[in-house]
């Protein structure tokens, strides 16, 4: 028994999850831009919603918040400091914060650059990062309101002080474009290389309309392990290079 996490596609390439304590049933969303998509998992599965999790404000991450919490009567959560810009929120967190899913507990960790407002839920015994918009697969999210310093600090000490063997949930299928631009910045690389032969053939086959996709074409989780092999940002050796290569990915 453990955490069973149930990736939901929504929008046209955002991942919700519907994260879902195995002895107590009780559920957290994480990161739900639609209320159709989520309330369908959710009965078929047979979890009890008891709390919404965002990761930052962006819509595509938080839109439905307000009518899912309606819905199941729950606290939506995140940074303290977005209490005025995510959706419907309710409780706010930080740094050193937990949050219970039944019997399973997440670390916050906060993670700002891509928002100010951005955090990540750690749970520790489940080896599960939920990420958002920070660290993707091979890539990680704009500087919309931080610098280059910060998401060092963020990605390359914070997520990566992480053990290899986490698994890291994100926002977005972006992982076969990311590994593309990764390609040409370290053309020698050759687990990079590897692996977009992986997900090119994963994708292959995609379904048209994301919502329709299956596991099968999803290309997430990745591991802190295999990032730190395959992602260019956080092997950047220090901010000024991630920031060049995130001014480079930028023009992609």
């Known amino acids: 028994m453990g955490l069973r996490i149930e990736r939901i596609p929504t929008w046209r390439d955002n991942y919700t ?14 990161d739900a831009p639609e209320v159709e998509p989520v309330v369908r998992r959710v009965d078929e599965t047979g979890a009890r919603v008891t709390k919404i999790l965002s990761t930052h404000h962006h819509a595509d991450h938080s839109a439905a918040n307000p009518e899912l919490a309606k819905r199941y009567d729950v606290p939506v959560i995140g940074h303290v400091s977005d209490a005025s810009r995510i959706p419907g929120f309710t409780d706010g967190v930080d740094e050193g914060d937990t949050v219970d899913v039944g019997n399973q507990t997440a670390r916050v960790l906060y993670i700002p650059s891509h928002t100010m407002g951005h ?51 994100c926002g977005h299928e972006y992982t076969e474009s990311n590994l593309r631009f990764a390609v040409t910045v370290e053309p020698e690389n050759a687990d990079m290389k590897a692996k977009l032969e992986r ?8 379904a048209a309309d994301w919502h329709d996709a299956t596991s099968d074409e999803m290309t997430i989780p990745s591991t802190i392990g295999d990032e730190k092999k395959t992602n260019p940002f956080v092997r950047a050796p220090d901010a000024t290079e991630l920031g060049r290569i995130r001014t480079l990915k930028d023009n992609f």
Request: proline share 1%; net charge negative.
């Open 17 to 30: 999850y519907l994260v879902i304590c195995e002895e107590t049933r009780e559920a957290a969303v994480v």
């Open 119 to 169: 955090i990540a839920y750690v749970f520790d015994e489940a080896k599960a990062l939920f990420s958002g918009d920070m660290l993707f697969a091979a890539g990680c999210g704009r500087l919309f309101e931080g610098d280059a310093q910060m998401m060092y600090d963020a990605l390359c000490v914070k997520l990566f002080a992480l053990p290899d063997d986490v698994r890291v949930f």
């Open 199 to 206: 997900v090119q053939a994963i994708r292959a086959n995609a």
